[in-house]
């Protein structure tokens, strides 16, 4: 009996496993992401506050904004950004998980200054990228651009 109800168990995996093959995969496809401009962001050097970049960016502040950031975008334009503003000065990590495209990770503290970056961060890495220090402001842009505006530890933002 035992063997029987084995058998059985057996053919019935082996027909739902064959049909589950044969059923064709379902592809979602889903409405690319648009960047929704909500403010202006300006990149200063820190001795000279001579403007090294502006650009438009998209606000991520609420928990939704902040989880999700660029995850299932193509990519964005070299003078956009989106700025991630958290509620308290904290330590803070990310990820590429879902990201299609390299972003630079500029970490910024309460007092607008910049505090650290990570670089060129590749698409869909689920390496935990930190801030380092505690940091209120995140900025992503592009992969080059902080090289590209020679930006340093010290520069400072403005945003409205």
């Known amino acids: 009996m035992r063997l029987l109800k084995l058998v059985c168990c057996f053919f019935v995996g082996a027909i739902l496993l064959h049909s589950c093959k044969d059923e064709p995969k379902k592809v979602i496809k889903t409405e690319p992401i648009a960047f929704k401009k909500e403010g202006e962001l300006t990149l200063f050097k820190a001795k000279t506050d001579s403007v090294l970049s502006k650009l438009s960016i998209e606000i991520a502040d609420n928990d939704y904004e902040t989880e999700t950031g660029l995850m299932y975008r193509q990519g964005m334009q070299d003078d956009q950004g989106m700025l991630f503003v958290f509620p308290n ?62 930006l340093k530890v010290g520069d400072s933002i403005s945003y409205q």
């Open 89 to 150: 000065q904290a330590m803070h990590s990310f990820y590429m998980k879902n990201t299609e495209f390299a972003l630079d990770l500029i970490f910024i503290k309460s007092d607008m200054s910049v505090a650290s970056f990570q670089q060129n961060a590749q698409p869909l890495n689920e390496t935990s990228l930190s801030s380092k220090v505690p940091v209120k402001y995140v900025l992503e842009v592009n992969a080059g651009l902080v090289s590209e505006w020679g």
